[in-house]
């Protein structure tokens, strides 16, 4: 069997590269290569590609010194759900006709696999969906991912592929995609089987994805990972180990990005060990946390650990400093977690341009006195500020609340969750007001980059 792996693009009104990589998409193509198949990615969204329109010219613009940075965009009509929006909706990834021109110089694949990862950016896989339609019209196109598994109905009613298949592991999701394509078949192995990704499909890429860990042990409101992956299982040390090393090693990675979503949790037995074997091993790359790091966790030996390892983007995940909307979200942290994980990090030697604090806005019951109050205590205490807007997402308690706060009906159709729609879902705040928060931020990130201290700001 022959297996094309196809990343979309994103389509929104805004998005950016934070070290995005289809690692879901390695994981499923080195079990695929266990049966024997013969195994294609595709990555619409790789800013690598020589044939991008402008390349040259645009090359700085499109990487940043870690390998994050701006996707080629296109702006395309806004569907009609979200027409309201007064912002230009844009096509974000490799232009079309050179996805298209690239396809149609493969051999067919027996089988397409394309995954979506927002529930919003359905659109996005609709697209692929019909070029696979054009290009391959006898293979066997299946969608998965988030948007798959979470609006599952919607999917598959919308999608227009064969079969909307998803799982809770991979060897279970594998046996459904073989029999999909009618070539039933066994994969060993249940959630705690370690996958190693196929990094080799990356072809030369040095911002590597890793995942030491599936799940969360958290049950935040607005997060939907205990929906998606309900066992939180960490995988063995020195397997992960093993992998990282290969990363810098064999395949040449210079930033290595955790995809975890809890990886502090248990850091006695999981994450400090991994970290001491790493060093031991002589590893040496920039490590960045982009899905933030459960601040309850950090403490002195975790702070300095992740300086002497080479981390230099941590992200933290305090959301909110109102101690209501903390206990009410899930209790992760309260803000004395935080300004104690913040000294920790600071007396370790992190500075704020390394640092940076999620906020979420946008929370039912939230008010603008505390959403100031959130980013005047970030800033204090020496971080940048993250604003994130809240959004609610199918399978969280967020999205089943009925709140006066959302003037907009988000269970209607998936591309009302886009939390780019936030400042117009929201009864409590103006347009104004989160106009002002976000200026303030920036305000105070270029004074926190510049000084390394927080200065008051009118």
Known sequence: MRALLFNPWITDFAAFDHWTRPLNLLRLAS????????????????????????YAKLKRHRFNPYGA????????????????IPR??????????????????????????????????????????????????????????????????????HSGADAVITGKHWPEIVVRIAAAAGAETECPGDGRTWIEPAYNLLRGDSCLPILTSIGCPCHCSYCATHSLWPQFIQYSVEAAADSIERCVKEFHGTDLVFYDDALLINREKHFLPLMDE???????????????????????????????????????????????????TGSKVNTEDYRRAMRHLLDAGFSAREVGTYLLLGL???????????????????????????????????????????IIDHRRDPLLQNNSITPWRLRRFALEDVRRLERFAAETNAVLRKNGRFLALS
């Open 88 to 157: 230009e909706y844009k096509r974000y990834g490799v232009p079309i006709d050179v996805v298209e021109k690239r396809l149609r110089e493969m051999a067919a694949p027996d089988v397409v696999l394309i995954p979506c990862m927002m529930t919003y950016w359905y659109p996005g896989a609709q697209e692929a969906v019909r070029m696979m339609r054009r290009v391959f019209p006898q293979a066997c196109v299946i969608l998965g991912g988030v948007y798959a598994a979470l609006c599952r109905e919607h999917a598959e009613i």
């Open 364 to 406: 039912p019951g939230q008010t603008l006195e505390s959403a100031w109050e959130a980013c005047r205590l970030a800033a204090e205490c020496g971080s940048e500020i993250k604003i994130a807007m809240a959004s609610p997402i199918p399978g969280t308690p967020l999205y089943e609340k009925e709140s006066d706060d959302f």
């Open 31 to 54: 079990l695929l290569r266990t049966l024997d198949w013969d195994v294609e990615l595709y990555d619409c969204l790789d800013r690598r590609l020589q044939e991008l329109p402008g």
């Open 69 to 84: 940075g701006h996707y080629f965009r296109e702006a395309i009509p806004a569907p009609s759900a979200i027409r309201f």
């Open 278 to 328: 790493c060093l031991r091993r002589g590893v040496k790359a920039r490590f960045h946390t982009p899905n933030a790091l459960h601040v309850r966790q950090i403490d002195g030996d975790v702070a300095r650990m992740v300086k002497r390892a080479g981390f230099v983007t941590i992200r933290l995940g305090l959301e909110t400093a109102h101690p209501r909307l903390q206990r009410e």
